[in-house]
């Protein structure tokens, strides 16, 4: 994979990340590419279970 598709997606799942600390919806993910959104969602559930599992303070 290239350098610069890499970064893209780890930008997409930070971002993603980001959001679901904030408390947004999975439904206001902004990317259209399955291989982005996937990112945006997988980071988002992550932030998700930190909240739920009372890792995040």
């Not at 930008?11 to 919806?25: E, K």
């Not at 998700?48 to 890792?55: A, N, V, W």
């Amino acid at each position: 994979m290239k350098r610069q598709k890499r970064d893209r997606l780890e930008r997409a799942q930070s971002r993603g990340y980001q959001a679901g600390l904030s408390g947004r919806s999975s439904d206001t993910c902004p990317y259209q590419t399955v291989d982005a959104r996937m990112n945006w969602l997988g980071g988002w559930r992550d932030a998700r279970e930190e909240l739920h599992s009372g890792r995040m303070k």
